[in-house]
Every structure is written in structure tokens, then in C-alpha cells.
């Protein structure tokens, strides 16, 4: 009881990047932030011109629909930075770090 109680404070530090849902159980949402809806409409347009180019790997079809069809990868991988769980990963060390402390106590003893 006292590992589980352990583990539910410390994992209170951590997992920051998805938010229970208030509606719905098990469902949770992640935060992603905007300077405005300008941002928002050129990081969902390169999104799309990506999984195009994913998809067809022929970028003249996106430059005959889309004058500006250069792919802002930068502003995409800021998005995907901000989704990534770092708080997450560190507590994932915390955990390993802890249990194999507390495995080593346990063989010494």
C-alpha cells in the first residue's frame, strides 16, 4: 500500500501532457498552442501538403492546387515538440532509478 501511495505522488510531478477529460472516462486531451488562428490555418495547411507529398511523392499536384507550397517543416516539428511527453520520460526514470534501487536493497538484504 505504501508503493502505491509512493507512486501516486510522484507520478503527480509528471504526467502533465495528457488531461483527463471532464465529460468522458479514459479520454484525455493534449495541449497545443497557437500565437493565433493564422498559425493554426499554416500548421493544419502543412500537415496536409506533408501527408500529400506522403502519399502521391509527386509535389507538382500540390504546387498546381497551392501557389505556396513549400512545407513549413519547422513549424510542424514545433507542434510535434510540443506534444512530446518529456515530463513523461522523466518520470519513467524516476520509476527505473527507484525500482532499481529498491531491487538492490532488497537482494543485500
Known amino acids: 500500500m505504501k508503493n502505491l501511495e509512493d507512486l501516486k505522488n510522484l507520478t503527480a510531478g509528471f504526467l502533465n501532457?495528457?488531461?483527463p477529460t471532464n465529460d468522458?472516462?479514459?479520454i484525455y486531451t493534449a495541449e497545443i498552442k497557437f500565437l493565433n488562428y493564422y498559425e493554426l490555418g499554416c500548421v493544419i495547411t502543412n500537415i496536409l501538403k506533408l501527408c500529400i507529398?506522403?502519399?502521391d511523392q509527386e509535389a507538382h499536384k500540390i504546387t498546381e492546387t497551392d501557389k505556396n507550397?513549400?512545407?513549413n517543416v519547422g513549424l510542424i516539428l514545433e507542434v510535434a515538440l510540443q506534444l512530446f511527453p518529456s515530463d513523461e520520460f522523466e518520470l519513467l526514470t524516476t520509476i527505473?532509478?527507484?525500482l532499481n534501487s529498491d531491487f538492490k536493497a532488497m537482494t543485500i538484504a
Do not use: N
Open 69 to 71: 507550397s513549400s512545407i
Open 24 to 26: 468522458e472516462k479514459e
Open 96 to 98: 527505473s532509478q527507484k
Open 17 to 19: 501532457t495528457l488531461k
Open 53 to 55: 507529398l506522403a502519399i
